[in-house]
T-cell receptor, first 114, second 113 residues
Framework: AQKVTQAQTEISVVEKEDVTLDCVYE???????LFWYKQPPSGELVFLIR??????QNEISGRYSWNFQKSTSSFNFTITASQVVDSAVYFC???????????FGRGTSLIVHP | DSGVTQTPKHLITATGQRVTLRCSPR?????VYWYQQSLDQGLQFLIQ???????AKGNILERFSAQQFPDLHSELNLSSLELGDSALYFC????????????FGSGTRLTVV
């Protein structure tokens, strides 16, 4: 069975603080894909990043960075110098290779105060 | 604009009624997925179609059904609606089986009164 745990239900920070959103996954498959999505107050889910299980390189995109560690089954997301526009619910998701059914975490609500 | 079009954006209906939600996938995407998002259940996968064929089924109730048409648009039919069916329903599409990620529509907010 697949499982994605986002233990942080809600995080509140002040603008310019750095914040890390945790994602821990469980799967028995050796091939799998991990994703992060952002759901701003407008409601639409926006794709942020994809990572396959054979690529453990960390990735940085502007103020966003992702740390994938197979040893701890984690795929954490860090926002540096947070901004009010980063306020959203962030979802981590897992798709096992050969499966058509993705598993989403319950999401972490990030509130960035000015 | 993500390229995935969902209609209607909002729907208010009474218990016992039937509604149809429509989705047009992003151009070139063959897979369509339906999700239900509610406060207590989070984001729940309902069903997936690939090029007109059902590929995977999740926690979809028997009162719900879906199909994907030859032009690749999809419809989700919800019948005998109950108050608990009130939720945000998302459609997503992908090129393959989702291994490169999904493109979501803006959702249909269904309110059953």
């Amino acid at each position: 069975a697949q499982k994605v745990t986002q233990a942080q239900t809600e995080i509140s920070v002040v603008e310019k603080e750095d914040v890390t959103l945790d994602c821990v996954y469980e799967t028995r498959d050796t091939t799998y894909y991990l994703f992060w999505y952002k759901q701003p107050p407008s409601g639409e889910l926006v794709f942020l990043i994809r990572r396959n299980s054979f690529d453990e390189q960390n990735e940085i995109s502007g103020r966003y960075s992702w740390n994938f560690q197979k040893s701890t089954s984690s795929f954490n997301f860090t926002i540096t110098a947070s901004q009010v526009v980063d306020s959203a619910v962030y979802f981590c998701a897992l798709l096992p290779g050969g499966s058509y059914i993705p598993t989403f975490g319950r999401g972490t609500s990030l509130i960035v105060h000015p | 604009d993500s390229g995935v079009t969902q209609t209607p954006k909002h729907l208010i209906t009474a218990t016992g009624q039937r509604v149809t939600l429509r989705c047009s996938p992003r151009s070139g995407d063959l897979s369509v997925y339906w999700y239900q998002q509610s406060l207590d259940q989070g984001l729940q996968f309902l069903i997936q179609y690939y090029n007109g064929e059902e590929r995977a089924k999740g926690n979809i109730l028997e009162r719900f059904s879906a199909q994907q048409f030859p032009d690749l648009h999809s419809e989700l039919n919800l019948s005998s609606l109950e108050l608990g069916d009130s939720a945000l329903y998302f459609c997503a599409s992908s090129v393959g089986q989702g291994e490169y990620g999904y493109t979501f529509g803006s959702g249909t907010r269904l309110t059953v009164v």
